[in-house]
């Protein structure tokens, strides 16, 4: 099975800079633990310059997923229950106004699954091992179709099934680079 990761095309130079709420702990909610919200829908504000062009995509990664209704639409139709969502505003800094509307995605599963005979370790500066290249032992998956990887919990990873149903959507700014094409300096 292949695998891919499921993130907006980088770097989105025409997103808008998107302040994280104080109740959005960004550790955490990589982790997979569920915010405790004050209230819904959670405002993000957003720095908007007049004279940008800004352009609202169907994934917006400020360091958490936010998803667009068609790209939440398309994993709820393709069987993906493992994300919890909240309703957010994304609202012009200054004015106030109601930019857009997304979900924010807690992706709830952290596996554990690099092969590690196949995966390329290498070392930082700092004398710390980092993982430079990696492949996924399908076995150590759990059978689920998207999840966060255990080794870089940044990243989400979708089978490639999901990946070709996925891929038949017109979205705008999203990327499936294969688990292959993932590198890091060390």
């Known amino acids: 099975m292949n695998y891919y990761i499921l993130d907006e095309v980088s770097p989105n130079r025409y997103a808008p800079y998107l302040e ?4 959005i702990d960004l550790i ?9 919200f004050d209230y819904l ?3 993000m ?3 908007i310059d007049e004279d940008e062009k800004i352009v609202y995509t169907d994934i917006i990664n400020p360091g958490v997923p936010l998803f667009s209704n ?3 639409s398309a994993l709820d139709a393709v069987g993906i229950t493992n994300i919890d969502y909240y309703p957010v505003e994304i609202i012009d800094e200054d004015s106030k106004e109601l ?3 997304y979900w924010l995605g807690i992706v709830t599963d ?3 699954c690099i092969d590690v005979e196949k995966s390329v370790v290498g070392e930082t500066a700092m004398g710390q091992s980092v993982i430079t290249e990696f492949k996924i032992d399908e076995n150590k998956t759990r059978g689920l179709n998207l ?3 255990h080794n870089i919990p940044g990243l989400m990873i979708i089978n490639e099934d999901v990946k070709n149903k996925l891929a038949t959507q017109d979205f705008e700014g999203v990327s499936f680079k294969h688990t292959d094409k993932y590198s890091r300096k060390a």
């Open 20 to 23: 994280l709420p104080d109740e």
């Open 28 to 36: 955490e909610s990589i982790m997979g633990k569920k915010p405790q």
């Open 41 to 43: 829908p959670i405002k």
């Open 45 to 47: 504000e957003a720095e």
């Open 70 to 72: 068609k790209m939440k």
């Open 99 to 101: 930019l857009a509307e």
């Open 110 to 112: 952290i596996v554990s």
């Open 147 to 149: 999840f966060r990887f």
